[in-house]
């Protein structure tokens, strides 16, 4: 199983839609978790930090559920820029740890 | 300006050549990373270090070296027992990790083998 698991896609969606990724983590270990977005042939750029309250940034809501082992991203009204790849990214380790990333999920949003 | 500044941008290599890629941070940064990241795929974790002097191989350290002889500076190079290593190279660095603490990525280089 790998150590961070997420959904490929693509996900098509119209603007305006509301659409959620899911991304599942196997080591309990695993301290904090990201969001990275990745545009086509650029680097990977943080897009938010999630904290185990949820947290939230704009239209952009992240959640954390520890007991399950998995992190969500939830885009609503959808804009054509949020086209991209959206990746997990946890850290394992409370001092200098180990950061894991998954495999991203594809996300289009057409007109 | 601070950052995280990889080198070069291109980079062709024949068959049986060693490479090196660079990656220079003036962050102050403990922590470094190589990922390599195929068409279509994440990134996979190559080596990484977390101090001067010392550093960890990732999932697919399989052909490949890195030196951290000083806290800014983790080179990679890509050795001829690499069989296939056309990919995109990305470097990473993050603080002391902790609550929160995120990792800043080079614009990576492109690695071709002609």
């Known amino acids: 199983r790998k150590e961070v698991e997420q959904d490929p896609g693509p996900f098509n969606v119209p603007e305006g839609a509301t659409v959620a990724f899911n991304c599942t983590y196997s080591n309990s270990a695993s301290q904090s978790f990201f969001w990275y977005r990745q545009d086509c042939r650029k680097e990977p750029k943080l897009l938010m930090s999630?904290?185990?309250s949820g947290n939230e940034d704009g239209r952009f809501t992240a959640q954390l559920n520890r007991a399950s082992q998995y992190i969500s991203l939830l885009i609503r009204d959808s804009k054509l820029s949020d086209s991209a790849t959206y990746l997990c990214v946890v850290l394992r380790g409370t001092s200098y740890g180990k950061l894991t990333f998954g495999q991203g999920t594809i996300l289009t949003v057409h007109p | 300006d601070g950052g995280i500044t990889q080198s070069p941008k291109y980079l062709f290599r024949k068959e049986g050549q060693n490479v090196t890629l660079s990656c220079e941070q003036n962050l102050n940064h403990d922590a470094m990373y190589w990922y390599r990241q195929d068409p279509g795929q994440g990134l996979r974790l190559i080596y990484y270090?977390?101090?001067?002097?010392?550093?960890q191989k990732g999932d697919i350290a399989e052909g490949y070296s890195v030196s951290r002889e000083k806290k800014e500076s983790f080179p990679l190079t890509v050795t001829s027992a690499q069989k296939n290593p056309t990919a995109f190279y990305l470097c990473?660095?993050?603080?002391?990790?902790?609550?929160?603490?995120?990792?800043?990525f080079g614009q990576g280089t492109r690695l071709t083998v002609v």
């Open positions: 999630v904290y185990s």
């Open positions: 990473a660095s993050s603080p002391r990790p902790g609550a929160g603490t995120e990792a800043f």
């Open positions: 270090s977390q101090i001067v002097n010392d550093f």
